[in-house]
């Protein structure tokens, strides 16, 4: 049975566009748990500038320093709103481990909308990942309790609030372990090991 991987994060996702001819540059970069979304490091979080050494680009859309995966930076003003304003509504796709093992029930709620205490979320893709994808082991590893099982769900979104996914999972009793951001519109993370970028 194919399992996804890093080399083709997306399943059930349509390959990656074709960047149009412009001057602009897009740069995906897989990020590694434990770094910013910004350049210069802060407190016991590393920045960008460790593994990003160019003049002139931009985060396009924030994720948070405990999360992992795709970030995308550019030198495009335009293409950076269009990246990271939920307005724009460039669909955003997780993959999730979370505790407990993930029902029906649960992941219908995820599909509808949960009430979260910043009002309901809008309706989003979930599904189970069975096999689970294979991806790299996080630094440092996640705690897991061996009395309680895990799982990985996809979810797609079309919003960016605060740490949005992980209260999504909690309302339905499913507590966010580990988040990898696999996709951004038709960016992946296809080819990138963590802490490296393309573009």
Do not use: C
């Amino acid at each position: 049975m194919n399992r996804p991987s890093p080399s083709s994060p997306r399943s059930s996702l349509s390959p990656p566009a074709s960047p149009s001819p412009s001057s602009s540059r897009l740069i995906r970069f897989n990020k590694p748990y434990g770094v910013l979304s910004q350049f210069t490091p802060e407190g016991r979080w590393r920045g960008l500038k460790e593994f990003i050494d160019i003049p002139g680009v931009y985060v396009a859309g924030r994720l948070d320093a405990d999360s992992e995966g795709l970030l995308l930076l550019t030198d495009d003003g335009k293409l950076q709103a269009r990246i990271a304003d939920p307005r724009f509504k460039m669909e955003k796709i997780y993959w999730v481990q979370v505790e407990g093992e993930p029902t029906e029930a649960a992941l219908a709620a995820l599909r509808n909308g949960v009430q979260l205490n910043d009002g309901p979320t809008r309706p989003a893709r979930a599904r189970l990942l069975d096999p689970p994808p294979e991806v790299w082991e996080r630094q440092p590893p996640i705690r897991e309790r061996k009395s309680i099982p895990t799982a990985w769900i996809e979810l797609a979104i079309r919003e960016g609030r605060n740490r949005q996914v992980r209260r999504m999972t909690a309302a339905v009793g499913l507590p966010t372990l580990r988040l990898i951001r696999a996709a951004i519109g038709p960016h992946t993370l296809e080819g990138l090991a963590p802490g490296t970028w393309s573009g």
